[in-house]
RNA sequence: AGAGAGGUGUCCGAGUGGUUUAAGGAGCACGCUUGGAAAGCGUGUAUACGGCAACGUAUCGGGGGUUCGAAUCCCUUCCUCUCUGCCA
């Protein structure tokens, strides 16, 4: 959520910046602008009338005290008087103060100044492109194949017990699930995160929180006997735990890590490039996050980009790394990296992390704040990545370590899965 | 799920309608004192919004209500604890 102060002082620059994330409506920032004036002329009425209640209250303490009845009636006629005035003010301000959040909400984060200009993902900018494409033997198959063929991932079953894009892993490829996440987990607690264990299921006002409400209601998956939502992604739950929080400057980075499963309703989303694991209901991920102070945003950004092209690197994959154009961006970031991994069998790049800048974005929403060395309150930056989103990374693995009668593993699995070979 | 008890500031804790402007204590910060420290004494110590400021307004888990006036009374909701039930 974007502060109306910063607007309010930065009016074009504000226009500009939402202009390069395509948002269609930029005359919006003088309307909120206008509400907020309206909201502050409704406060100043309200407070002057309200002290003079206030006042005329304590007053007629005093008076009842002393027993001076008639001096306390004639001023609760005044007092009387005023609250009819107070009544419509009330109402008027209610109903600004949530006209202000309902318009502020529209506004996507402001893209920080390295993000391009373009529109659409073939105008993503690749910054970086490493590793090389394995030599996969003849008759190579895509991973959808390879589970059927090895038995790793039953979808059909999956279909019956729940629907479709709720895949079954079976045997060897549940026991890869299980491996891959513990060494991401491991991988990430080794680089100074704290793991967490979030629930999976999230309230209202933390899924509004981290901006899935009220917009993307349709996305998430509810269970509405209690009112809880099931989560998207980890992001939800961890990045909630310091919400309306007043952190120390010296807590602060905060460094977390979540493992969870995250369901998606994927509600609209059709057509090509959905088949198999790439896009699926339900699906593990763990995640990074980080609660920063607003000088070191930047700086956090390049050594998370760095950790996950690092775990990459061990898993021994081509990739490459994107920065998003405006059009691309995802609604509350400043600036996103994607991460994609090169499918040699599918001939094409999937997309397997995304690292992104937040700034005060999320923690303003939440109210996620931290008290800097001179005691002044400011809102935490916040940033999170996927340290890595499994079913893509199995598929990639699957589909790159293939051989001629079975599928290798990557040197750092090994130990963890206690074989040299998946199948 | 049923019955009961609770939720007050950084923490403990008093407060059942009106100098509460949330007592008191602890902690923390600064000052005095000291050779230095402890103790002692003094001062300060929530957040948001409005205002150049003085200051004002709101907040005692959340929301709503009664009243001239609510931490206090009423309704509702969430959470914690105890007992009972059920359960891995």
Same mark, same amino acid.
């Given at each position: 959520m974007l502060q109306v102060n910063f607007l309010r002082q930065n009016r074009d620059l504000a226009k500009q910046k939402l202009a390069v994330k395509h948002?269609?409506? =930029?005359?919006l920032v003088d309307e909120v602008i206008a509400i907020d004036d309206e909201r502050k002329q409704l406060q100043a009425a309200f407070d002057e009338t309200q002290t003079k209640v206030n006042a005329a209250s304590k007053e007629i303490g005093g008076f009842m005290a002393k027993g001076e009845k008639d001096h306390a009636e004639a001023l609760k006629t005044n007092v009387a008087a005023w609250k009819k005035l107070l009544e419509p003010l009330k109402e008027q301000m209610a109903e600004v103060e949530a006209n202000l959040l309902k318009t502020i909400v529209q506004f996507p984060n402001l893209p920080h100044?390295? =993000?391009?200009?373009?529109?659409?993902?073939?105008?993503?900018? =690749?910054v970086k492109e490493a590793g090389t494409t394995q030599q996969l033997p003849a008759g190579a198959l895509p991973h959808w194949d390879l589970i059927k063929k090895y038995n790793l991932v039953d979808f059909e079953t999956g279909a019956k017990i &729940?629907? *479709?894009?709720f895949p079954l892993y079976i045997g060897k490829g549940a026991k890869f699930q299980r491996v891959l996440t513990q060494y991401f987990l491991d991988f990430n607690t080794a680089a100074g995160y704290t793991e967490y264990l979030p629930p999976f299921m999230v309230n209202a006002a933390s899924a509004f929180a981290t901006g899935q409400l009220p917009d993307k209601e349709g996305q998430m998956y509810h269970a &509405?006997?209690?009112?809880f939502y099931l989560i998207p992604t980890a992001e939800v739950p961890v990045t909630n735990v310091f919400r309306d929080v007043v952190l120390k400057d &010296?807590?602060?980075p905060i460094q977390m890590t979540a493992y969870s499963p995250c369901f998606r309703r994927e509600a609209g989303s059709f057509g090509k490039d959905v088949r198999g694991l790439n896009r699926v209901h339900q699906f593990e991920k763990v995640e990074i996050i980080q609660i920063v102070h607003p000088d070191k945003s930047d700086e956090v950004l390049n050594e998370m980009v760095a950790h996950v092209e690092n775990l990459l690197i061990s898993l021994g994959l081509q990739y490459r790394i994107l920065r998003l154009c405006g059009g691309d961006m995802?609604?509350? *970031?400043?600036i996103t990296y994607d991460f994609e991994v090169y499918s040699a069998a599918q001939e094409r790049w999937l997309e397997v992390s995304s690292v992104s800048n937040f700034q005060a974005y999320q923690t303003y929403r939440m109210k996620c704040r931290f008290k800097d060395a001179e005691g002044k309150i400011q809102f935490a930056h916040s940033l999170n990545g996927s340290s890595l989103a499994l079913p893509r990374i199995y598929a990639a693995i699957v589909e790159n370590y293939q051989t001629e009668n079975g599928i290798a593993l990557p040197k750092v699995l090994q130990p963890y899965f206690g074989a040299s070979e998946l199948v």
């Open positions: 948002f269609p409506n =930029v005359d100044d390295m =993000v391009p200009l373009g529109k659409t993902p073939e105008e993503n900018e =690749v &729940t629907g *479709s894009g &509405t006997e209690d009112d &010296t807590d602060l995802g609604f509350a *970031s400043a």
